[in-house]
């Protein structure tokens, strides 16, 4: 299975833009690139999703490098309750194999 | 709302006495998955239904079992827990078994083993 690597951990500051930074240098063709976070006490919850191009919700931005090795979620205001495990997930056949992830911490 | 439902949330068991933890979906999903996580740790996948189809992960112990009822509903069977299998069980659905398919997750059963 392609494997990810994301930081241990990140601060941000409230109000402030946060760029999540997931490498995923042997990812294949038909790898989707999948973001999910997991909020204290709660279960994981899906965040954005992408294949080759960039992509928008109302939660976030996923930035998807041309070559497809890295991938960064962008949250373009962080508030005090994204502060949460953010996990980068390489997904074939909706098997989803969770990575240590990022531990996001948002200041006040 | 649509949602995953999880009952227990708590659920304390004495080493080697065996548990059921139940999962049920309003979302009509077909695919049902069961995730173990330790304190700390990430999720890890024990196996799926694909409908009535089972779909087990090659390194899940065999104490853990599954049952599939009907679309709705989806069990953990645990036959004789031991203290290594203290945990945060969390159930999730799926649509389609697609790689583009999002999964919704329940929020979990804590278990303890005593």
């Known amino acids: 299975d392609a494997k990810t690597t994301q930081p241990n951990s990140m601060e941000s500051n409230e109000e402030e833009p946060v760029h999540l930074p997931c490498n995923h240098s042997?990812?294949?063709?038909?790898?989707?690139i999948h973001w999910y976070r997991q909020l204290p006490s709660q279960g994981p919850e899906y965040v954005i999703h992408g294949l080759t191009s960039n992509v928008n919700n109302r939660m976030a931005s996923l930035a998807i490098a041309e070559d497809r090795k890295s991938s960064t979620l962008i949250l373009h205001r962080a508030t005090l309750r994204d502060a949460a495990v953010y996990y980068c997930i390489l997904i074939r056949y909706n098997d989803m194999r969770f990575g240590a992830g990022t531990r996001l911490t948002v200041k006040p | 709302d649509a949602m995953v439902i999880q009952n227990p949330r708590y659920q304390v068991t004495q080493f080697g006495k065996p548990v059921t933890l139940s999962c049920s979906q309003t979302l009509n999903h077909n695919v049902m998955y069961w995730y173990q996580q330790k304190s700390s740790q990430a999720p890890k996948l024990l196996f799926h239904y694909y409908d009535k189809d089972f779909n087990n992960e090659a390194d899940t112990p065999d104490n853990f079992q599954s049952r599939r009822p009907n679309t709705s509903f989806c069990f953990l069977d645990i036959r004789s827990p031991g203290l290594g299998d203290a945990a945060m069980y969390l159930c999730?659905?799926?649509?389609?078994?697609?790689?583009?398919?999002?999964?919704?997750f329940g929020p979990g059963t804590r278990l303890t083993v005593l």
């Open positions: 042997t990812i294949s063709g038909t790898d989707y």
């Open positions: 999730a659905t799926s649509g389609l078994r697609t790689s583009s398919d999002e999964q919704f």
